[in-house]
Structures are given as C-alpha cells and as structure tokens.
C-alpha cells in the first residue's frame, strides 16, 4: 500500500509539472534570458547574451539565474538539441525532485502523515506558487533544490557530527546561492544559526559551522573567478557596477512605497493562514537543545530575514516571496494536525484549565479554522489543474511560425521578447540593453522618471516586434508614434510591425 500511494503522489507530480508543456505558464521576458544564455553556452562556447552587434558576455540576467539552471539546460540542448520543450521537460526533473526533497525533509520533523499535509499546501498556495514556478525555466525552483538537499545535511550534520555533511551542506548552500542571488540572505543566516549553536545549541561545534560557511565562499569566489577570467581586470569592473545598479532597483531597493503593497500580497496569499502558525510552532518547539531544535530555528530564522528583505527591501515582485513561502511550509503540516488534535481535545491547545463551555468554543474555532483552511488549499490545487487546461497559450509559437516564414534573412528585427529567440534561432534580433530593463522598472514599479527614451533607430532595423514586455513597459511607444512603421500582423500579444522611416526619413530600399 505504501508503494502505491508513492508511485500516486510522483505521478500526480509528473502530470503537474508536465501536462500541457510548454504552453502554460506562457513563456516570457526572463524565461527568455535565460533560455537564451543557455543557447549560447552550448553554441558558441560563450556565457553571454546576443544581439546583433554581437555577444554581452555576463550580462546581468546571467547572473540573476546563474550557472545552476543555465548550465543544466545548455546540457540538455546539448544532447537534445536547442528547444524550450526540451528546457521544460528538464524543470520537471527538477519539480518532482523540489518537491520529493520538501517532503522528506518536511517528515524528518513530523513524519509522513503531517508532511503530506505540507506538500499538499505546496502545491495548492499561493497561485503563483510551486506549480506556475515550477514548470519555468528559471532558477527558483532549482535553488530551491539545492537549498532543501543542503538543509538535510545540514540536518545530519547536527545528529552525526560528521565533517562530510558540513562540507555538503555547505556546496549546496552556495550553489543555491550562484543560481539565484536572492540567497545571499542565506549567509546572514547562517551567522545567526551558527552563532545560536555556539552559544545555545552546541549541536553542530565551531570547525563544522565555520565548514559550512566555507563551502558557500567557495562557491562564491568559484563563480566570481570565472567571471573575472571571463571579462579581464576593466571590464570585470563595469560587470560589478552593472551588478550594484540592476540590484538597487531589484533586490536592494528600500522604497518605503511598496512596503504596504508587499504586505497585503503576503496577506492575500495566504502566507498568515498557511505559513504563520507552523512558524510560530516551529520556534516554540526550537527551544530545545536537539538537532531538530536547531533544525527548527534555522528554517525560522531563514524565513524571517527573508520575509524582512521582501517586505522592506524588494522591488516586490510576488516571485521573490517564494523561497520563504516555501521553506515556511515545511512545518503547516505538522501545525494543522496539532491544531486539529486540539481542537478534538476541546481546544487544549490553548489551555487545559478552561471552563467546558469555552472548551468547546475553541474546539470549534480549531476545527473550523482547519476545515476552512484545507478547503482553500484544495480550491487552489484544483484551480492549478485547471489552469494547466484553460490557460494553455499557443501564441509564442505560432508568431514565431509566421516570423520563420516571412522574415526575410539578413534582416534585422528590433524586440524586446527575448523568449522569441529561441523559437526562431535563424533571425537576426537587436534587444535593447539590460539599463533599460532597470530604468523601467523603477519607473513601472517606483515612478521614478527619467529623462532618456530608448530609440532604437541606430541600428536600422527591418522589423519591430511589440510584445507583452514591451507593451507593460511602453519602451518603443515614442518610436511607433512617429510614423516609423506599418503594421504587418499580430497573433495573440505579439505585433510585428515592418519598419519604414528613421525619423522624418524613409528608410533605405523601403517602397
């Protein structure tokens, strides 16, 4: 029976990561870069993003989804050849392994019963969650692989003491890091974590702590020696600055203006109802001296810094409160099921000396509060299903049918849909640098203004195509109110339009 309720749950996660690829989610803007750096890794040997005046070697959304998920999907093209159902059917992989890895650790501290609880909540909260995550070619999902495998050494270096579990812990603690950036807030973490053992815990002793807090350096400095040697002494410089800009509007930002917005997403997604209480539960129960104590205050303290960070320092896009969703949910399971034992216990969850009346008050508030909960949680799971049906999206594919068909070769077309490269590898595209993405969304997100406007009238191009990035942002609406360009056709949220005029110019060997 075991077995089978096993093969169950990795075949209802197979069909959630794989059912209708790659049509939902829609592949997007940083799908793209992605996508796009792993092509030209496999290519032409070069960790760069391209566009017609040639390759932008290290470019900043290189970093952001870092060599764990653009080296495993150059790998794939390599083997399989170049395709963004082939980069999809790889995240799979990593769905089922995510989610496998957040049920065994989940169990190391409650067990199955409770950890089924949490994985159910995994995958059902918040809609733009595990699931929608999870079937991307981004990083998060891949981190948060190598973060969860690190924290079982982690783990298993508190019960053993064993040097070879710090040194593992740490490698899988810098990985997540090199792939997406975000973790950063890791090494904060484990300064507190490590110092709560130190001086409280004694679980883990300072030469495996201190081991630990290496492997992640050397991750780190790994990465940035390859990138060095990549760009040379002047060029690594500018790399760094471009690094500091892009993350003082993304991950750096501290605008007091989205704080409220940040809060209320965590409000109504759930995170109060799903996340809250087994966090609270966790750091009670940390307060004893035991491998799992600190196993509990760890997860806590990661949860809490990362939380602070996207409420008061991110740009507060949804997607960078999923790594503490996550992690938090490891211990709902566990939480519910205490919040369900009590309430059959006439509410001794809150004390044992109540009166009966009120005894059976909070019973009833216990069981209603779980019932209501699971009923959300079940709502979202089907609303996932559902999606993966209804929300399927062709567009992508058919506009780049018709651009492999009609687009003349030699001719260079101007985008802003760099998930459109990999669907039409024989055209020539010019994309407009990463500043702009970061002038953009300080202006989108901050209403920040500037004073520059992006023309891209230097390069001469062909074509314009305006799609769902370009449209949000509004970057070449100055270029088309001016006459340049007719339009030729438009197949769901992409416009291609044929460039005519430079300015008050026709343009060269135009009709």
């Known amino acids: 029976m075991r077995w089978f309720i096993t093969a169950l749950g990795i075949s ?25 750096g792993a092509l030209n890794l496999g290519q032409y040997d070069q960790y760069a993003m391209r566009s017609v005046e040639g390759f932008r070697v290290l470019d900043q959304p290189l970093i952001a989804n870092g060599p764990g998920i653009v080296l495993p999907v150059a790998a794939v093209f390599e083997v399989f050849g170049p395709g963004l159902i082939q980069a999809r059917f790889l995240m799979v992989f990593y769905f089922v392994a995510t989610a496998l890895t957040f049920f065994w650790l989940s169990s190391r501290f409650s067990g199955a019963i409770s950890a089924t609880l949490s994985t159910f909540f995994l995958l059902g909260i918040p809609d733009e ?33 064993r040097f070879r579990y710090a040194v593992g812990a740490g490698i899988l603690f810098g990985l997540a890091l090199v792939t997406k950036g975000q973790y950063w807030i890791l090494i904060v973490a484990l300064g507190v ?5 130190l001086t409280y815990y004694k679980q883990i002793g300072l ?52 704080i409220p917005g940040n809060l209320w997403y965590l409000i109504r997604s759930g995170f109060l109802v799903f996340v809250f209480p087994g966090l609270a539960l966790a750091a009670w129960d940390s307060r004893h001296r035991t491998p799992l ?6 997860l806590v303290v990661f949860v809490f810094l990362w939380l602070s960070w996207y409420v008061f320092g991110s740009v507060g896009w949804h997607r960078y409160a999923f790594e503490a969703y ?14 369900f034992s009590a309430g059959f216990s006439h509410g001794e969850l809150f004390s044992k000396s109540n009166p009966k009346k009120r005894s059976f008050l909070n019973a009833g508030l216990l069981l209603t509060f779980f019932l209501i909960s699971l009923s959300w949680a079940g709502k979202g799971l089907l609303g996932q299903v559902q999606r993966l049906n209804e929300n399927a999206d062709t567009s992508p594919q058919m506009f780049s049918e018709y651009l492999n068909k009609k687009i003349a070769e030699g001719s260079v077309i101007e985008s802003w849909e760099w998930e459109i490269d ?11 640098t990463n500043d702009w993405v970061d002038r953009e ?52 949220k992409y416009s291609l339009y044929e460039v005519m005029y430079i300015g008050n110019h026709p343009k060269e060997n135009s009709p």
């Open 326 to 339: 996550s992690a938090g949910l490891i211990f709902s399971g566990e939480a519910y099921l205490r919040i």
């Open 441 to 492: 969304t300080a202006r989108i997100q901050f209403g920040e203004r500037s004073d520059a406007m992006y023309d891209p009238s230097a390069i001469h191009p062909d074509y314009l195509i305006v799609g769902p990035f370009a449209k949000w942002t509004g970057i070449y609406s100055n270029f088309l109110s001016s006459g340049c360009c007719i339009h030729v056709t438009t197949v769901g």
């Open 12 to 36: 209802l996660l197979v069909f959630l990561g794989s059912y209708n690829q790659p049509y939902y989610p829609v592949t997007w803007f940083d799908e793209g870069l992605t996508l796009q």
């Open 193 to 197: 974590i490590l110092a709560a053992d």
């Open 293 to 298: 104590g600190l196993g509990r205050f760890s």
């Open 422 to 432: 990999l669907l039409t590898p024989e055209l020539a595209y010019h994309h407009p």
């Open 129 to 161: 969650g595990f699931v929608f995550l999870g079937r991307q070619v981004l990083g998060n999902v891949p981190a948060l692989l190598y973060f969860f495998l690190g924290f079982l050494l982690f783990l298993e270096l508190g019960r053993t003491q």
């Open 207 to 258: 030469l495996h702590a201190l081991t630990v807090l290496l492997g992640v350096f050397i991750c780190l400095l790994a990465w940035s020696i390859v990138q060095y040697l990549l760009l040379g002494a002047d060029r690594f410089t500018e790399h760094l600055s471009a690094i500091r800009s892009s993350a003082n509007v993304t991950v750096f930002a501290f605008r007091a203006a989205r």
